[in-house]
Structure formats: structure tokens, C-alpha cells
């Protein structure tokens, strides 16, 4: 509380980012869906060739070259892409774009009850109403409970996190097309992790509703750089620059445009990376569920998975073994571990660990 403040940011409960460790420390980090393996070669030589004294100079205001770079990667019109610093703050400005104030409208904006915590932190610092629709029991997002829901706006996560399931795109399909007035924002911060995977970006020419968000933090291994883009229509991209136009001009800098473009230009490597962390997923899921694990079938680099045992202790435990995994602590999350895939070694070390902890707690 501070008399500084105004009551927004006294009220407001922030979203919390998993643990970074301190520097220096060495810890097996699977708490914050990072990549395990570093960006594409194809980075470091466009690194090589970026000319410094360029710094000197304001980045292009659209990252033209990343816009064309993912309108080849998805297939679509550099008319239909924006970019910025994130797909956190993409998704903070679509809000802003899509989303309709309490003030001037009593519809809220539709969102899972257990999904990306960042959404309800967003509709209150925007002060947009929202309603929460529950998961199924096996946390599927059915569409059907999007139908005939009046709201000013639709967001989820496809795949869902912290759930990590996925729907097809023939259910947001359904979504869209039963809410021809509102935004239906589909955030795949995911998708990549599902072997045959279809994007949402295939419906953007059929309904002009559609607003996909795409970031290159988890699949291309570019957290650090911090670049996330939407697909859509040109009326939603044309909607979406007017609210940057009015808050930061130059969101994305210079060498994040550099290293973005290099990556996104890089397919084959983008494949063999997901492939790999696709693999280890498969490995690590039936290792767990062999140790008494229950968990959803995941399309995501990470697993929501119910240990046989206390969910917060062996959180702890991990943890004092010097392994991160996330643990929220809520009802119904708290009943879970969300795992990030890391390397097959990592996964092992994490595996061994759990081991020890199972047998100790049975032990005991
Ligand atoms: C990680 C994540 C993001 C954030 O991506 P950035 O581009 O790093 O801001 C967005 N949505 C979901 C569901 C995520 O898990």
C-alpha cells in the first residue's frame, strides 16, 4: 500500500513469473516452459553480420522484417501479422484493442477458470469484466460452453496452460463462428508441441474474429529476447498498431528483430527441436505414471501431473535438491506439478529424484 499509488495499483494483484534463480546458481530449471536447447545456429550468424553502429538508430516501428519472415512461417500476408516485445504484452495490447471497459458495457470477456494467470491480471488492470467457464472434469475446454454466452470478447490458451490440453481447430472454429461480434483470442504459445499440430492461423482468412498469438520464447528458444507476433485479420492488426501507436512506438529493438527473423527463417531447425522435446515429453510422461503420476495427455512442452504423494512437500523437496518445477499454490492447482521438458538428462536427474521422494514418503 502506498498514498502514492492510485487504487488500481494499490488493489491489483500482479501476475507472478516463476522463480529465476540467482545468478550463478546452478539449478535444473523446468518451472518457466523455457527451451531447453539454444536458437538456431542461423541467430548467431546474423548476429555476426549485425552492424552496431545501426544501434544508433530507432528499430523499424512494425519489425518489418520479422513481419514478413512470420507471414512466410505461417503462410499468411505481412498484413496479417503485428509484432512486440513478448507475446505478454501482444496479448496486453489486444486486450486493450478487443476488450470493452466495465464502464461502457456490462459484457465480460469469456476465459477457462484454469488457464495462463496472466488473463484475469490483464481484464483487471484494463477493467474489463470477465467470466470464468469451467474446464471439463479432464480439463477439456468444451466449445460448447462458449455458445450463446453473451460477452464482449473470448481468450484461452490452445494448448490450455497449466493444463497442458489441447482442442481442435475445428472446436475454435465453432467458437469463432458462434461470435461473430467478438474477439476470439487464441494463444499458442504451445501449438508447436503436438507432432501433426494445425494452427489457428488456417481459419484467419474464413472469419476476420480470429486474433492468434504467437510467441517465439517457447519453440524457438528465444525467451531472452523477448519477441511475440498476432495473426489476424488486417482490421484486427490495422486495431491492434493504433493502441501501440498510443503507448510505445518501437516495441521491438533492433537485434530482437535481427534474431527473430533469423529464427523464424529456420524451419528445419525449429522441427528437429520440437521433435526432440516432443520425444522426451513421451518418455518422461510414462516414466511418471509408472511412479503412481496421474496427468492429462499433453500437447504442451511441459506435463500437469498429480503426484502419488504431497504435491507441496515434494515441490519443496525438489527444490532443496536443486531442481525448479512450477507449483501453484491454489485450490485444484495445488494438487499439481507443472513440469517443463527439459534435456533427456535433465529429465532423468528430475526422475531419479521423484524416485528417491516416493520411496522416502512411502518409507515414512
Ligand atoms: C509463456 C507464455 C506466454 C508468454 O510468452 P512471452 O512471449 O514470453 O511473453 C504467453 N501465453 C502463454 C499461455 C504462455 O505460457
Do not use: H
Not at 36 to 51: G, I, T
Not at 273 to 301: V, Y
Amino acid at each position: 500500500m502506498s498514498k502514492y499509488w492510485n487504487k488500481l495499483i494499490n488493489d491489483i494483484e500482479p501476475y507472478v513469473a516463476g522463480e529465476q534463480p540467482k545468478p550463478g546458481q546452478k539449478v535444473i530449471k523446468l518451472n518457466t516452459n523455457e527451451n531447453p536447447y539454444p536458437p538456431s545456429p542461423k541467430v548467431k550468424e546474423a548476429l555476426d553480420r549485425f552492424n552496431l553502429a545501426d544501434l544508433r538508430l530507432y528499430p523499424d516501428t512494425n519489425s518489418t522484417i520479422v513481419m514478413k519472415a512470420a507471414a512466410k512461417f505461417d503462410g499468411v500476408s505481412e498484413k496479417n501479422i503485428f509484432c512486440g516485445n513478448g507475446s505478454d504484452e501482444v496479448l496486453a495490447i489486444a486486450f486493450q484493442t478487443f476488450f470493452e471497459k466495465k464502464a461502457l458495457t456490462g459484457l465480460p470477456v469469456l476465459m477457462p477458470d484454469y488457464s495462463y494467470s496472466f488473463y484475469p491480471v490483464f481484464s483487471e488492470f484494463y477493467d474489463i469484466r470477465r467470466k470464468t467457464i469451467a474446464l471439463k472434469e479432464d480439463f477439456r475446454l468444451d466449445p460448447d460452453d462458449y455458445i450463446g454466452v453473451p460477452n464482449c470478447g473470448i481468450v484461452f490458451a490452445n494448448p490450455n496452460a497449466p493444463t497442458s490440453r489441447a482442442i481442435a481447430v475445428s472446436d475454435i472454429e465453432k467458437i469463432a463462428a458462434a461470435n461473430p461480434d467478438s474477439v476470439v483470442i487464441v494463444d499458442e504459445a504451445y501449438v508447436a508441441f503436438e507432432e501433426n499440430y494445425e494452427s489457428a492461423v488456417s481459419l484467419i482468412g474464413k472469419y476476420d474474429n480470429i486474433c492468434v498469438i504467437r510467441t517465439l520464447s517457447k519453440a524457438f528458444s528465444l525467451a531472452g529476447i523477448r519477441l511475440g507476433y498476432a495473426v489476424g485479420s488486417e482490421e484486427l492488426i490495422e486495431g491492434l498498431k493504433r493502441a501501440r501507436d498510443s503507448f510505445n512506438s518501437y516495441p521491438v529493438d533492433r537485434l530482437a528483430q535481427t534474431v527473430a527473423e533469423a529464427a523464424l527463417l529456420d524451419v528445419d531447425y525449429y522441427n528437429e527441436t520440437r521433435a526432440k522435446i516432443i520425444a522426451t515429453r513421451e518418455r518422461a510422461a510414462k516414466e511418471l505414471k509408472e511412479l503412481g503420476f496421474a496427468m492429462p495427455p499433453s500437447s504442451a512442452n511441459f506435463l500437469y501431473a498429480k503426484p502419488p504423494v504431497d504435491c507441496g512437500t515434494l515441490y519443496q523437496n525438489l527444490r532443496n535438491k536443486g531442481i525448479l518445477v512450477r507449483y501453484f499454490n491454489k485450490p485444484v492447482l495445488n494438487e499439481y506439478l507443472r513440469i517443463t521438458i527439459g534435456t533427456d538428462e535433465e529429465m532423468r536427474a528430475l526422475i531419479e529424484a521423484i524416485k528417491e521422494e516416493v520411496q522416502n514418503a512411502e518409507n515414512s
